[in-house]
């Protein structure tokens, strides 16, 4: 499974942005898409993701601003009221029904303040 991010920028504190993630060579169906991203000296964290098309988890610190949907093989996360401490490298995430996990290279999204 090959999974494309795209979306990432340089935007200033306050504004928008929303990244979309596509998932291609999957035979048996994705079960769970979403992001997780990576801070500069931080661990990687889990952002948001969603299961079939309506369960889905958010971390605390971005519950209520960001909002991650999918369509079939997409995944998107919209990212509004952003700061800097979102400033990361976001990846897309995918897990097949079997339990195998993939993930994208990254985008790069850089909040000014």
């Known amino acids: 499974v090959q999974l494309q991010a795209s979306g990432g920028g340089l935007v200033q504190a306050g504004e928008s942005l929303r990244l979309s993630c596509a998932a291609s060579g999957s035979r048996s169906g994705l079960n769970r898409m979403g992001w997780y991203r990576q801070a500069p000296g931080k661990q990687r964290e889990l952002v948001a993701v969603?299961?079939?098309?309506?369960m889905t988890t958010y971390a605390a610190s971005v519950k209520g601003r960001f909002t991650v949907s999918r369509d079939k093989n997409m995944v998107y996360l919209q990212m509004n009221s952003l700061n800097s401490e979102d400033t990361a490298v976001y990846y897309c995430?995918?897990?097949?029904?079997?339990?195998?996990?993939?993930w994208g290279k990254g985008t790069q999204v850089t909040v000014s303040s």
């Open positions: 995430t995918a897990r097949s029904y079997y339990g195998l996990d993939y």
């Open positions: 969603i299961a079939g098309t309506d």
